[in-house]
């Protein structure tokens, strides 16, 4: 017998409309955000950047492979870790499908992390996937977005996220009454990216937007750490299931790495 709360069709219905109501609601807010997303200004880059792609070297403005909008997903991946971050990786796992449909309505979509091109081909083919990947390795595009940080800054205390941060981060705080975050959640998806923790949140999860007007490249947008949360597909439907997240600890793995038996 369920210890859930339990009531009849009609019961649960009013229920149900009530909520859809604050769904709505939450909804309309979502799209009053979006517009206030847009309307932020731009700020304008004259710093050059070099990527390294499939296609050879590349500046911030072969990026957009001929479109006006480029957004780019700050893929957790150092240049000394052994396998990409587990977290982006399921992320990641959306990003092929989707940027089919961007690229055909002006947007570019491309992942960006400091390992050596040959090490995000490796782990691309790995994970099978398609989409447009680029390494910034030995340049200063992730450190200066904010998602990169060196041993010394991290040391004294880096801001990130749009606010100063303690020398560890401890970004893995589950919900009230949820245990498994902190500083020990950190440790293992560390540990499943071959480094330590401290190496491990030098690199961090974010996204910034871009765009391509008359030659010049403007910054429009960035997020980080939960401003990430609307492209985790995987947590969009958990809320809906009916134990929602119904998380303990560091609960996903790659992929290929689930126990197939």
């Not at 979509?109 to 790995?126: C, D, F, I, M, T």
Request: proline residues 4%; charged residues 30%.
């Amino acid at each position: 017998m369920t210890d859930h709360r339990t009531a009849s069709r009609e019961e649960w219905l009013t229920e149900r409309l009530e909520l859809l109501e604050a769904e709505k609601e939450l909804t309309r807010k979502s799209d009053e955000i979006a517009c206030r997303r847009q309307a932020l200004p731009w700020v304008r880059i004259d710093k050059t950047y070099a990527f390294q792609t499939d296609d050879g070297n590349a500046s911030l403005a072969d990026l957009f492979r001929g479109r006006s909008q480029l957004l780019v997903y700050h893929f957790m991946f150092g240049p000394d870790w052994e396998a990409g971050c587990p977290t982006c990786s399921m992320i990641a796992d959306t990003f092929d499908k989707s940027a089919v449909h961007l690229a055909n309505h002006d947007v570019m979509l491309w992942a960006v992390s400091r390992a050596p091109l040959e090490k995000l081909q490796g782990y691309k083919r790995r994970m099978g996937w398609t989409f447009p990947w680029a390494s910034s390795n030995g340049d200063d595009f992730n450190f200066d977005f904010n998602v990169s940080f060196t041993e010394a800054q991290q040391q004294k205390g880096i801001d990130y996220n749009y606010r100063a941060e303690a020398p560890t981060s401890n970004a893995f705080r589950w919900r009230p009454g949820e245990e498994g975050g902190g500083d020990a959640a950190e440790a293992k998806l560390a540990a499943m990216c071959g480094v330590d923790a401290p190496a491990y949140h030098r690199d961090r999860p974010g996204m910034s937007t871009f765009t391509l007007e008359d030659g010049v490249i403007y910054h429009t947008y960035s997020a980080y750490a939960r401003g990430v949360d609307a492209f985790f597909g995987v947590y969009h439907w958990l809320d809906r299931a009916p134990k929602g997240r119904n998380e303990t600890g560091i609960w996903w793995r790659r992929r290929d790495e689930y126990d197939k038996t």
